[in-house]
């Protein structure tokens, strides 16, 4: 067995960690923005899987989303807040502007996971797509502003 998967997106062709959640579009960014070495917080990922998790039911809701996906996408979110999946998301804290990296690591971190949940084959994007199922709805704009609220919330209460 390899020690890698060939993962593709709009770029083409990327190797991925065979067994990784995330997908080409992190590799891509790991790659590209090794800058400090220190990775986003746990509470913070946390916050971002959370709202991923909720609107994954919102989404089922209005049709957008086949509830059999959004159920997988809200246990893969609450396995991500569970710290069940901590080492699925390397990317540095410094990357771009808007964070678009870190709210697409989360998304095919969430794909991969629902995909296996399913029984599917990791990188697949089939029955969980990273953007069409996972993303729906969403704006990394919107995520990650929300998210920095939601983490420092939490960690206000704790």
Not at 24 to 30: L, P, S, W
Not at 111 to 117: G, M, P, T, V, Y
Request: no cysteine; hydrophobic share 40%; proline share 5%.
């Amino acid at each position: 067995m390899s020690d890698t998967r060939i993962e593709k997106d709009s770029l083409g062709e990327v190797e991925v960690p065979a067994g990784a959640y995330y997908g080409a579009q992190t590799e891509r960014a790991r790659r590209n923005f090794p800058i400090s070495g220190i990775t986003l917080p746990k509470r913070f990922i946390a916050a971002v899987a959370l709202i991923k998790g909720e609107a994954a039911v919102v989404n089922e809701e209005l049709g957008t989303v086949p509830a059999e996906a959004a159920r997988a996408i809200r246990q893969a979110a609450q396995e991500i807040i569970d710290g069940k999946l901590d080492g699925q998301f390397p990317l540095d804290v410094f990357q771009t502007g808007s964070a678009t990296s870190t709210n697409m690591n989360v998304n095919e971190v969430l794909s991969n996971r629902a995909i296996e949940i399913l029984g599917g084959v990791l990188g697949s994007k089939k029955p969980v797509h990273p953007n069409d199922h996972v993303n729906a709805g969403q704006s990394s704009n919107d995520v990650i502003p929300t998210a920095i609220h939601v983490a420092a919330y939490l960690a206000i209460r704790e």
